[in-house]
């Protein structure tokens, strides 16, 4: 539609995840449009975090050096793991400040039709560290859809042989939901994860 240097902005904004052609454009004008400094700065944040940011040796969680913050904290419980698809994810748990032991990122989720098999993900990783670090607990937190649940299986079962407790976050309703919205998946999974009071 436009030609030259907007155009290639628009193309490269586009790439992004999330972004499709219209907020593409959009965060392409706004660029334009915006001081010198604020682009400027955009792109020096964008260049020093691909020259400064690496993913953990032990967990593949995002990290500035060989280990992220949370594998080198001493104070976390190794015996317990958290498994996680992306470093987001565990970015996201952590915010909730229940966990108290460590990540493992799976990097991904297995997924046929996009070619993506348990052998693409850090699952041999996770045996190790199991094993290693004396791990008593796995809560698997992988997403609650088709791609997450099957990876949760195959997590399961391939920890099975360990003899170690393995949970998966309960899913459901959301706080504050009404049950008149709810759909029949997902009343069906609240039902089924129901506890005791």
């Known amino acids: 539609m436009y030609e030259g240097p907007i155009q290639d902005l628009i193309d490269e904004l586009s790439r992004l995840p999330g972004i499709g052609p219209k907020s593409a454009q959009r965060l392409a004008f706004h660029l334009?449009?915006?001081?010198p400094e604020e682009a400027r700065r955009l792109a020096e944040a964008i260049v020093h975090a691909k020259e400064r940011i690496s993913f953990c040796v032990e967990c593949g969680n995002v990290a500035e050096g060989d280990r992220c913050r949370i594998c080198r904290d001493e104070?976390?419980?190794r015996t317990v793991l958290c498994v996680?698809?992306?470093p987001k994810d565990a970015s996201t748990i952590e915010k909730a400040g229940v966990i108290k032991g460590r990540y493992h990122v799976l990097g991904g989720a297995i997924s046929p039709l996009d070619g993506i098999g348990p052998?693409?993900?850090?699952?041999?990783?996770?045996?190790?560290r199991v094993q290693r670090d004396g791990v008593t607990e796995v809560i698997l937190a992988t997403n609650p859809n088709l791609e997450g649940n099957a990876t949760a299986m195959y997590v399961a079962a391939m920890l099975k042989p360990f003899g170690v407790r393995v949970t998966r976050l309960a899913s459901g309703l959301p706080v504050g939901g009404d049950l008149e919205y709810?759909?029949?998946v997902t009343l069906s999974q609240a039902l089924e994860g129901r506890r005791e009071m």
């Open 75 to 77: 104070g976390r419980d």
């Open 119 to 128: 052998e693409d993900l850090r699952v041999q990783e996770l045996l190790d």
């Open 32 to 35: 334009v449009k915006a001081q």
């Open 84 to 86: 996680v698809e992306e």
């Open 182 to 184: 709810a759909d029949e």
